[in-house]
């Protein structure tokens, strides 16, 4: 089962936005909107910041925000702070199995 | 709250096997699909396999079928992952974790239980 593929790292100054690309195939992402992302900081456990491609826990800033179309769903962070510099993850069910298939992963910077 | 805490994780030779569980509070487990997440040193997540509230269903990534066995015990909400015929490419820290009820991602998450696989 591949990895979804993300960009490896991707880095914005505080208080600009910046967006995360995970692609699938039609098997994954282009047919379910159950596109997952987490955040993860060095030595933490993952965390969950959007489900269902678009919706946020409980908790989580509304400055995360997640979006889809065809193969390609996107994790957009605004207004960027130091606290925002981890790495993150998609996730999305794929009909392969049936299973779930985890991004390549993408270490997000604060310059 | 939500709590997952793993346990059972050790270095092992190649060959050999262990058994994680994770233990659950905080919710009502048998009303959950639990799920195990694995993430080799310095490398990204890889879903290793669920198993549905009753547990009368089970999933697995390819990796780790016919190796791998993943049971519950909803009268002590906790969730086993039996490892078989480890390998050092098995080496990783695994994640217990919550399936989301219906949303397909894993809402909460154990802090992992460290396996070596090594001679």
């Known amino acids: 089962q591949p990895a979804l593929t993300q960009p490896a790292s991707v880095s914005g100054s505080p208080g600009q936005s910046i967006t995360i690309s995970c692609t699938g195939t039609?098997?994954?992402?282009?047919?379910?909107?159950?596109v997952s992302w987490y955040q993860q900081h060095p030595g933490k456990a993952p965390k969950l910041m959007i489900y269902e491609v678009i919706k946020r826990p409980s908790g989580v800033s509304n400055r995360f925000s997640g979006s889809k179309s065809g193969n390609t769903a996107s994790l957009t962070i605004s207004g960027l702070q130091a606290e925002d510099e981890a790495d993150y993850y998609c996730c999305s069910y794929s009909r392969t199995l049936p299973s779930y298939v985890f991004g390549t992963g993408t270490s997000l910077t604060v310059l | 709250e939500v709590q997952l805490v793993e346990s059972g994780g050790g270095l092992v030779q190649p060959g050999g096997s262990l058994r994680l569980s994770c233990a659950a509070s905080?919710?009502?487990?048998?009303?959950?699909?639990m799920s195990w997440v694995r993430q080799a040193p310095g490398k990204g997540l890889e879903w290793v396999g669920n198993?549905?509230?009753?547990?009368?269903?089970?999933h697995y990534v390819d990796s780790v079928k016919g190796r791998f066995t993943i049971s519950r015990d909803n009268t002590k909400n906790s969730v086993d992952l039996q490892i078989n015929s480890l390998r050092t490419e098995d080496s990783a820290l695994y994640y217990c974790?919550?399936?989301?009820?219906?949303?397909?991602?894993?809402?909460?998450w154990g802090q992992g239980a460290l396996v070596t696989v090594s001679s």
């Open positions: 039609s098997s994954d992402v282009g047919n379910y909107n159950l």
């Open positions: 974790a919550r399936d989301g009820y219906g949303t397909g991602s894993c809402d909460y």
């Open positions: 905080g919710f009502t487990f048998s009303n959950y699909w």
């Open positions: 198993i549905n509230q009753d547990g009368s269903t089970q």
